[in-house]
């Protein structure tokens, strides 16, 4: 191999690794990036602001029910962006919460994580932000349980719970 070869291979591998790292300090990453790694980083306040401002939810409320989730479900650290959620049934929680209204059609932008929960079984966190303004605002985040048997139907009941 040419040095100069082996000097661009070399570039380009440093390049490669150097890119995950730029994209985490880049401040032009997408507002799901942001939200998630602050997440990642337990800066709960920073994420609650994140949230398009309601009446109904405080943003310190909102930090505690982030921590709450980080504290009782965990796997925030293991989360991988994943295209859609598998089949089967699932438990679903919101934060916040859902208004008890009527239905109300809402377009949004969705980005879905597949983790690792502290008890070793899969969560689904999903993230929905308004597309229709900039920088695009949280609209809610949901949990997601898969519910294909009984024991864990049990385990996302109870993580309901705990959560509320």
């Given amino acids: 191999m040419t040095s100069s070869l082996r000097r661009a291979c070399l570039l380009a591998a440093c ?49 505690a029910q982030l921590k709450r989730v980080a504290n009782r479900i965990g796997g925030l650290a293991s989360m991988q962006n994943v295209p859609s959620l598998p089949n089967g049934t699932s438990l679903r929680l919101e934060v916040p919460p859902a208004a008890p209204s009527g ?34 605002p949280v609209l809610r985040f949901e949990i997601q349980f898969p519910t294909p048997d009984a024991a864990a139907v049990k385990r996302a009941q109870q993580a309901a719970r705990d959560l509320t």
């Avoid at 390049?15 to 800066?43: G, H, K, V, Y």
């Avoid at 690792?116 to 966190?125: E, M, N, S």
């Fill in 103 to 136: 239905f109300k059609l809402m377009s949004y932008r969705q980005a879905i994580y597949k983790a690792t929960a502290a008890d070793g079984q899969p969560v689904f966190y999903i993230l929905a932000l308004d597309p229709g303004s900039a920088p695009q």
């Fill in 15 to 63: 390049l490669a690794l150097s890119l995950p790292a730029f994209a985490m300090d880049n401040p032009s990453s997408t507002p799901a990036e942001r939200f998630i790694r602050a997440l990642q980083e337990q800066r709960f306040d920073e994420a609650a602001a994140m949230f398009k401002p309601s009446d109904k939810h405080a943003p310190a409320a909102i930090a």
